[in-house]
């Protein structure tokens, strides 16, 4: 009886534990499992090794890739939500590259999603550290303090006055307008909006990482 791969429907040899067209693990029966003795071991480890990472290969894709995506997030943020969208983008790129270096071409949703997990943590650094220097560098080494300053007075007077308007106590939006008008509630601001940046870049690289994996993971059309 020939053997033929559920995926792409391709002849299989009966002790291959992939198929050799699009690399998806195979079932291997013994006449032992066949009678409901032991496991199809075949197909587990074969199971595993889909699902191992070779991380050495797959974080010099990461580093390549996720350096300059966290450099063009900070930068992009500012106009848009362009430059998060950019993060998904690069992590399937990685598991791209990644699985096109592999033997067999073959990975799991739940490998694609770790590899993204170590690209957005790459690039969410990456983004975090450029804006911080981007800020440093605006304020102090381009004396741009002044104009920040003043959009900053500009936005927490709008806020304090939506707030005034919907009904909120005066007292404490006052206390709130004094607290972030201060230098610690600046810079727990900017703290906060870099964390979340990081967050929603990891979110988004993970999510990018297993929709690659899928992709690459679609069955093949038969040629025939």
């Given at each position: 009886?020939?053997?033929?791969?559920?995926?792409?429907?391709?002849?299989?040899?009966?002790?291959?534990?992939?198929?050799?067209?699009?690399?998806?693990?195979?079932?291997?029966y013994t006449a032992d499992a066949a009678a409901g003795v032991g496991q199809p071991e075949r197909w587990n480890e074969a199971v595993r090794d889909a699902g191992a990472i070779d991380w050495k290969p797959a974080l010099r894709s990461a580093?390549?890739?996720?350096?300059?995506?966290?450099?063009?997030?900070?930068?992009?943020?500012?106009?848009?939500?362009?430059?998060?969208?950019?993060?998904?983008?690069?992590?399937?790129?990685?598991?791209?590259?990644?699985?096109?270096?592999?033997?067999?071409?073959?990975?799991?949703?739940?490998?694609?999603?770790?590899?993204?997990?170590?690209?957005?943590?790459?690039?969410?650094?990456?983004?975090?550290?450029?804006?911080?220097?981007?800020?440093?560098?605006?304020?102090?080494?381009?004396?741009?303090?002044?104009?920040?300053?003043?959009?900053?007075?500009?936005?927490?007077?709008?806020?304090?006055?939506?707030?005034?308007?919907?009904?909120?106590?005066?007292?404490?939006?006052?206390?709130?307008?004094?607290?972030?008008?201060?230098?610690?509630?600046?810079?727990?601001?900017?703290?906060?909006?870099?964390?979340?940046?990081?967050?929603?870049?990891?979110?988004?690289?993970?999510?990018?990482?297993?929709?690659?994996?899928?992709?690459?993971?679609?069955?093949?059309?038969?040629?025939?």
């Open positions: 009886m020939e053997l033929t791969c559920s995926r792409c429907h391709q002849t299989v040899q009966a002790g291959d534990c992939f198929c050799p067209v699009c690399g998806l693990p195979q079932i291997v580093l390549t890739l996720a350096v300059p995506t966290g450099i063009l997030c900070a930068e992009l943020t500012r106009i848009g939500l362009i430059g998060p969208l950019l993060m998904p983008v690069a992590a399937a790129w990685v598991v791209a590259l990644y699985v096109r270096k592999q033997r067999p071409a073959w990975i799991t949703m739940g490998a694609g999603a770790r590899i993204g997990l170590v690209t957005g943590i790459l690039g969410s650094w990456t983004a975090a550290w450029t804006t911080g220097i981007t800020l440093y560098a605006q304020r102090f080494w381009l004396h741009q303090g002044k104009a920040f300053d003043d959009l900053w007075q500009e936005q927490v007077n709008q806020v304090s006055q939506q707030l005034s308007s919907m009904g909120f106590d005066a007292q404490k939006v006052a206390f709130n307008k004094a607290l972030m008008l201060a230098p610690e509630g600046r810079a727990g601001s900017a703290l906060f909006d870099s964390a979340l940046l990081g967050i929603i870049l990891l979110a988004f690289a993970v999510g990018g990482g297993a929709l690659g994996a899928r992709i690459l993971g679609r069955p093949r059309r038969s040629e025939n």
